[in-house]
C-alpha cells in the first residue's frame, strides 16, 4: 500500500460517522420544516425564526469547540475521542426534538426551541471533531477525495435507509397519530446512528499532526486562521454550497404533496430515488478528479445544475415519469461536488499551515461548520418565511394557485439561482491542483525536519541525564 493511502475498511468506518450523522440530520433535511407545520404544529414563519435563531449561539461555540478539540490530547488522537463521549447526548436530543408534548401552543414553542438547541449543541460537539478528523487521516489529496467519496457514498446509504423507511414506519408505529410514529422512528434511527458513530470512532487512526503544535490562546488561534485567505474564501462557497440543495429538500415533501398531489407512499419512493442519484454523484467524484483539476469539476457541476435546476420549473409536475428521470439525474449532479468541497477543506487547511506556519484543523472546520449550519439556518427559515408569504396553510384540503407556485419555486427557480452563486464563488479558490503538489512537498519537508530536531532534542536530554552531576565550584567541593 503506497504512503498515505487507506484501506477500505478505514474509508468505509469514516463514512460512517457522517452516515451517523446524517441519519439525524438526514431527517432534519427532509422532514423538519414539515413536521414542525404539519405535525408539531407551528407556524411556518415562526419556524423560520427558530432555525436561524440558534446560529446566534453557533457563532460562540463553534469556534469554541474547534480550539477544544485541537488541544485534546488523548491515546485515541484529538478529534476521534468525541465520537465516542458525545454520541448518546446527540441521539437522545434528536428523538426528543421529533417529540410532541400535549402542551399548549407557547409551551410547545418553548419545547422545540430548547430541544432544537440541545440537539445543534451535540451536533456542534461530534460533528466539527468529526470534520476535522477527516484532515488528518491522511495528507495524500487523491486519498482525501476517495475518503470523501466513500463518506458521501455511506451518507447516501444513511439517507436512502431514513427516506425509505421513516415515513412507512411513522404509520406504522403511530397510524393516524403522526406524533408517536414520528417520535418513534426517530428513536429507531437513533439506534442504528449511535452503532455507525461506534464502529467510526473503533477503526480510523489519526495520523497528521501540526509541524508547530498550537500552544497559544484561543484569540490567537481565531487571529491566525484569518490570515488564511482561502479558508475565509470556503466559508463563504460553504455558506452558498448548502443553500441550494437544503432549500430543495426542506421543500420536497410539500413538492411531493401539494404540486404533484401524491400520498406519503410515493413521496417515500420519490425521496428513495433521490439518494440513489446522490450515491452515484458521490462515486463519480474520484474518478473525474483523477482526471481533472477538483475546481474545475466543482464549477462545472454549478453551471449544469443551474441549468437543470431552473428547466425542472417548466416541467409538467403531474408527468410523474419524466419528474422522476429529471429528478434523480438532478441528484446526480447535486451530490458530485459535496466530496469535492469536503476535501478542499482539507486542502485550504494545508494552505493555512504552509502559508501562516500553525495548523488549527478543529478552528478552520469550525468554521466551515458554522458557515455550513447557517447555510442550513437561512435555506430552511427561506422556505419556512416564502411559504408564509405565498399563503400557504398546513390545515387546508387544497392550497391555493399562488401558495403552489411558492412552492414550485422553492423546488426548481431559487436552487437553480444559488447553483450559479456558487460557480462564482469556486472561481475565487486557488488551491488548484499544482498549487496543491508544491504545497504538500513543502509541508513534508517541515513535518520531518520538526520529527528529526524533536528526535535530537531528546536524545541530547536523554544523554544529559545519564551524567552525574558533579561540585561546580570549590565551596561545593568543600560541602561534600
Known sequence: MKEGALS??????????????????????????????????????????????????????????????????????????????????????????????????????????????LMSLTYTAINIPYCSLGGVITADPHERVACQSYRFFMVGIATLILSSTLLPMADFFGGADKAKGYQMSMGVMAIIALFMFLFCFSSVKERIQPAVPSKHALKSDLKDVWKNDQWVRILL??????????????????????????????????????????????????????????????????????????GFYFLDPHATTLILVAYFILNIMHQLPSPLHWSLMADVDDYGEWKTGKRVTGISFSGNLFFLKCGLAVAGAMVGFLLSAYGYNAGATQQSDHAINGIMLLFTIIPGVGYLITAGVVRLLKVDRETMRTIQADLEIRRRNYRELNEYHNAKNTQDADIPSVPLNSKELKHE
Open 8 to 117: 477500505f475498511k478505514e474509508k468505509v468506518a469514516y463514512g460512517m460517522g457522517d452516515a451517523g450523522c446524517n441519519m439525524i440530520g438526514g431527517a432534519i433535511m427532509l422532514f423538519l420544516n414539515y413536521f414542525y407545520t404539519d405535525v408539531f404544529g407551528l407556524a411556518p414563519a415562526l419556524v423560520g425564526v427558530l432555525l436561524l435563531s440558534v446560529r446566534v449561539i453557533d457563532a460562540v461555540t463553534d469556534p469554541i469547540m474547534g480550539a477544544i478539540a485541537d488541544r485534546t490530547t488523548t491515546r485515541w488522537g484529538r478529534f476521534r475521542p468525541y465520537l465516542l463521549w458525545v454520541s448518546v447526548p446527540y441521539v437522545l436530543f434528536s428523538v426528543l426534538m421529533f417529540t410532541t408534548p400535549e402542551w399548549s401552543y407557547n409551551s410547545k414553542v418553548i419545547y422545540a426551541f430548547v430541544t432544537y438547541f
Open 237 to 310: 462557497l460553504t455558506f452558498c454550497n448548502v443553500c441550494p440543495g437544503f432549500i430543495r429538500m426542506a421543500a420536497t415533501m410539500y413538492y411531493v404533496t401539494w404540486v404533484m398531489e401524491k400520498s406519503t407512499s410515493f413521496a417515500s419512493m420519490f425521496i428513495s430515488l433521490g439518494v440513489v442519484g446522490m450515491m452515484i454523484g458521490s462515486a463519480l467524484a474520484k474518478p473525474l478528479t483523477d482526471k481533472y483539476c477538483k475546481l474545475k469539476v466543482f464549477f462545472w457541476a454549478n453551471i449544469i445544475l443551474t441549468i437543470f435546476s431552473c
